[in-house]
């Protein structure tokens, strides 16, 4: 069962979000339009009958504004466990595809949301998931790679539908962080799969968007990271951090078993990477270890 027997476990260290329980009598906007998305699994879907959670597209089925609308105190996405086959340093890429990959089409897009509903650039996403036959690679990186949100907290991921591993229904697994912030880790699901329902780590609230794309299936699914946001611009970190006495500087591009230190204490680096304010290692343990 991909070694996930905790539902909704986090692993130490790790972001938890005190996510609003969906058997609340007062459920969040989201918590319904989830219910919604779940009911109507046997019609085709479409972004224009079901907001990707925070997300709303027009009612015409167009992309939203580059900022699109949320509602203030929308609940955090909910943690789910790593599982066994999760692999640090993959490459970064937005495309998991290589010549002659197997499979449907899959494209994952979305927004990272803090919880005043604004979008966070700089977000860290690793995905990682199980080929068309539901097989991980545990040797090398095929279907693994990692990617971070664009000025408008925006990613796009370029992959295939996962086959099903034994036990389990159809899942994508992600990690998400933002800058100098706690990672979260998760699983992201489709709608209408039979296995959903004998699944016990499948949450309905981590449910994606998805419709039929002309032999291809589009997917959207919009993050909300447990970061409190006021007015003023969204959590990238200073751009005036500077190493205390390191060798770590921002601007730096960071190759994996690269060695630096930072207040006193020497890293390495797990993860390709260009060195942002707010990414000092001790900040980041996706991206660096005490060596």
Not at 114 to 137: E, H, K, M
């Amino acid at each position: 069962m991909d070694g996930e027997t905790t539902p909704g476990g986090t692993a130490p260290g790790e972001e938890t979000t005190g996510a609003r329980d969906a058997s609340s009598p007062h459920p969040s906007r989201k918590t319904v339009l989830r219910a919604a998305a779940a009911a109507a699994v046997a019609a085709p879907l479409a972004f224009m009958g079901v907001p990707a959670l925070a997300r709303t597209a027009a009612a015409d089925g167009t992309a939203p504004e580059a900022t699109p609308a949320c509602d203030d105190g929308d609940d955090p996405t909910p943690p789910q466990m790593e599982g066994p086959y999760f692999k640090p340093n993959s490459p970064r890429r937005t495309s998991l595809l290589e010549p002659g990959t197997p499979g449907t089409r899959l494209t994952v897009s979305g927004y990272v949301f803090g919880l005043g509903c604004r979008p966070i650039s700089g977000v860290l996403l690793d995905f990682w998931q199980a080929d068309v036959n539901g097989a991980y690679d545990n040797t090398g990186f095929r279907f693994r790679g990692h990617q971070y949100t664009d000025a408008q907290g925006m990613f796009r991921l370029t992959t295939v539908v996962p086959g099903l591993y034994p036990g389990r229904t159809r899942h994508i697994h992600v990690k998400a962080q933002a800058p100098g912030r706690p990672v979260l880790t998760t699983q992201l699901y489709f709608p209408g799969e039979p296995r959903n329902n004998t699944d016990s780590l499948y949450d309905p609230r981590l449910l994606m968007t998805v419709r039929d794309a002309g032999g291809s299936r589009e997917a959207a699914f919009d993050f909300v990271l447990n970061i409190p946001q006021g007015p003023g611009p969204t959590p990238t970190g200073s751009p005036t951090t500077q190493p205390p006495g390191g060798t770590w500087a921002a601007g730096t591009t960071y190759a994996a078993g690269d060695r630096v230190t930072y207040g006193g204490t020497a890293y390495v680096c797990l993860q390709g990477h260009l060195a942002q304010p707010g990414w000092q290692p001790p900040a980041v343990p996706a991206l660096w270890r005490v060596a």
